[in-house]
């Protein structure tokens, strides 16, 4: 079995920003146990496979240790790969996921000789008021002063400001025995809102660039700053940024991607 293995940047405009991911075509599904060992193997944020289904294609991300339900920056470098790699000639591809259906369009005129630009169509996760969180929680994450928390898919914790968002300092053992998914957000400097991903959970301790929190982001900032239209940055060390917009029960994501490299996966036939 011979698999065609692609690594794609997203959300970032210059190779080794954004956030990485493997990106693996199919043209039928391959073993759920592959796939999940195939994620451990690559030991990137996630893995994303995808095969043609109806009109699109359906979609699937795993991370080192378990598949999860949305990653965005996955999503975007599926579409590069399509788009660039594969010569998908429509301007929009529908991607079909546990999530729901995810439009993402390439965005003409925007594309370099070295990052292709892309919108992404995702449903948009509004967070509830949540004060059950853990006491342990700001030594968990290594911060002086939790402002609020909210809960969705993962539980956001919303800091004083943008420095509070760099400057902390997690305890991941600490953080994946309290057993959340922790996004940490504040107000931005240079744009509306900032903030870092921690999933140690599912064996990321901090994911660079992260489009399934943006999903809860979005809609929490829009609310509360009273903007449909905004920029937020992840401050991760590799860094990310994202063009976002609510828009109703929707929320879009704009974001770059840059290609790395391509291989190739050699596999026993019996494995698939």
Same mark, same amino acid.
């Given at each position: *079995?011979?698999?065609?293995?692609?690594?794609?940047?997203?959300?970032?405009?210059? @190779?080794?920003?954004?956030?990485? !991911?493997?990106?693996?075509?199919?043209?039928?599904?391959? $073993?759920?146990? =592959?796939?999940?060992?195939?994620?451990?193997?690559?030991?990137? !944020?996630?893995?994303?496979?995808? @095969?043609?289904?109806?009109?699109?294609?359906?979609?699937?991300?795993?991370?080192?240790?378990?598949?999860?339900?949305?990653?965005?920056?996955?999503?975007?470098?599926?579409?590069?790969?399509?788009?660039?790699?594969?010569?998908?000639?429509?301007?929009?591809?529908?991607?079909?996921?546990?999530?729901?259906? =995810?439009?993402? %369009?390439?965005?003409?005129?925007?594309?370099?000789?070295?990052?292709?630009?892309?919108?992404?169509?995702?449903?948009?996760?509004?967070?509830?008021?949540?004060?059950?969180?853990?006491?342990?929680?700001?030594? !968990? =994450?290594?911060?002086?002063?939790?402002?609020?928390?909210?809960?969705?898919?993962?539980?956001?914790?919303?800091?004083?400001?943008?420095?509070?968002?760099?400057?902390?300092?997690?305890?991941?053992?600490?953080?994946?025995?309290?057993?959340?998914?922790?996004?940490?957000?504040?107000?931005?400097? %240079?744009?509306?809102?900032? $903030?870092?991903?921690?999933?140690?959970?599912?064996?990321? /301790?901090? /994911?660079?660039?992260?489009?399934?929190?943006?999903?809860?982001?979005?809609?929490?900032? $829009?609310?509360?700053?009273?903007? %449909?239209? *905004?920029? !937020?940055?992840?401050?991760?060390?590799?860094?990310?940024?994202?063009?976002?917009?609510?828009?109703?029960?929707?929320?879009? *994501?704009?974001?770059?991607?840059?290609?790395?490299?391509?291989?190739?996966?050699?596999?026993?036939?019996?494995?698939?």
């Amino acid at each position: *079995m011979k698999l065609t293995i692609y690594q794609v940047d997203a959300f970032s405009n210059k @190779v080794f920003g954004g956030n990485p !991911a493997a990106v693996i075509p199919l043209e039928k599904w391959i $073993s759920d146990n =592959l796939m999940q060992q195939l994620a451990m193997e690559n030991n990137l !944020a996630e893995t994303v496979f995808f @095969v043609p289904e109806k009109d699109g294609f359906a979609i699937r991300w795993f991370t080192p240790e378990s598949e999860i339900n949305l990653c965005g920056h996955a999503t975007l470098a599926s579409a590069y790969v399509l788009f660039e790699k594969l010569g998908y000639k429509e301007t929009q591809i529908t991607f079909y996921s546990q999530s729901g259906p =995810l439009v993402v %369009t390439k965005l003409n005129g925007e594309t370099t000789t070295t990052a292709f630009k892309a919108e992404m169509d995702f449903s948009s996760w509004m967070p509830v008021k949540f004060d059950d969180y853990p006491q342990e929680m700001a030594q !968990a =994450l290594g911060v002086k002063e939790i402002v609020g928390a909210y809960k969705k898919r993962d539980l956001i914790i919303e800091l004083q400001d943008e420095v509070a968002v760099q400057q902390a300092i997690p305890d991941f053992t600490l953080l994946k025995k309290l057993g959340y998914k922790v996004i940490i957000t504040a107000t931005g400097k %240079t744009v509306d809102f900032v $903030s870092r991903f921690f999933a140690p959970t599912v064996g990321i /301790d901090e /994911d660079p660039v992260t489009g399934s929190a943006h999903a809860q982001l979005i809609p929490f900032w $829009s609310n509360k700053l009273g903007k %449909t239209t *905004m920029e !937020a940055k992840q401050l991760s060390k590799r860094g990310g940024h994202l063009w976002v917009q609510q828009k109703g029960d929707r929320v879009i *994501m704009g974001g770059y991607c840059v290609f790395y490299m391509q291989g190739e996966v050699v596999l026993p036939d019996s494995l698939g």
